[in-house]
């Protein structure tokens, strides 16, 4: 049986520029594509060659529905979790619930838009 592979998360961010430039610092992931969305909205695409965050705006005037769904968290492997848990602190935001874990260890931090990420490293 095939295997389907991630290729993208979609949430609803304020900024989505500037939840994308984070995640660029954070991460070294680059924006793949910005432009006009659904329902007037805004997109900015931020990730690597084969996956990516989708950063969706609504439109000024936009009324809370099925699009403002809320998201358990973004799961990110890295190298140096230690290096990158730096990062975060220096970006202004606060780790918590580390974890040393079979296989791995892992912290979370919520962004300014409270989205949490989960930081993951299994080196």
């Given at each position: 049986m095939a295997k389907g592979i991630l290729e993208h998360v979609n949430v609803t961010v304020s900024d989505p520029r500037r939840t994308a430039e984070m995640l660029e610092?954070?991460?070294?992931?680059?924006?793949?594509?910005?432009?006009?969305?659904?329902?007037?909205?805004?997109?900015?695409?931020?990730?690597?060659?084969?996956?990516?965050?989708?950063?969706w705006s609504p439109p000024p005037g936009f009324t809370a529905g099925d699009e403002d769904s809320r998201l358990n968290h973004i799961g990110v492997v890295v190298d140096d979790l230690d290096a990158t848990e730096r990062k975060v602190i220096a970006e202004g935001f606060t780790p918590q619930s580390h974890a040393d874990y079979d296989p791995g260890r892992r912290f979370y931090f919520d962004d300014s838009d409270g989205i949490e990420f989960e930081v993951v490293s299994y080196a």
């Amino acid at each position: 049986m095939a295997k389907g592979i991630l290729e993208h998360v979609n949430v609803t961010v304020s900024d989505p520029r500037r939840t994308a430039e984070m995640l660029e610092r954070l991460f070294s992931w680059s924006i793949r594509w910005e432009g006009p969305a659904k329902l007037n909205g805004r997109t900015v695409h931020v990730g690597t060659d084969d996956a990516y965050v989708a950063l969706w705006s609504p439109p000024p005037g936009f009324t809370a529905g099925d699009e403002d769904s809320r998201l358990n968290h973004i799961g990110v492997v890295v190298d140096d979790l230690d290096a990158t848990e730096r990062k975060v602190i220096a970006e202004g935001f606060t780790p918590q619930s580390h974890a040393d874990y079979d296989p791995g260890r892992r912290f979370y931090f919520d962004d300014s838009d409270g989205i949490e990420f989960e930081v993951v490293s299994y080196a």
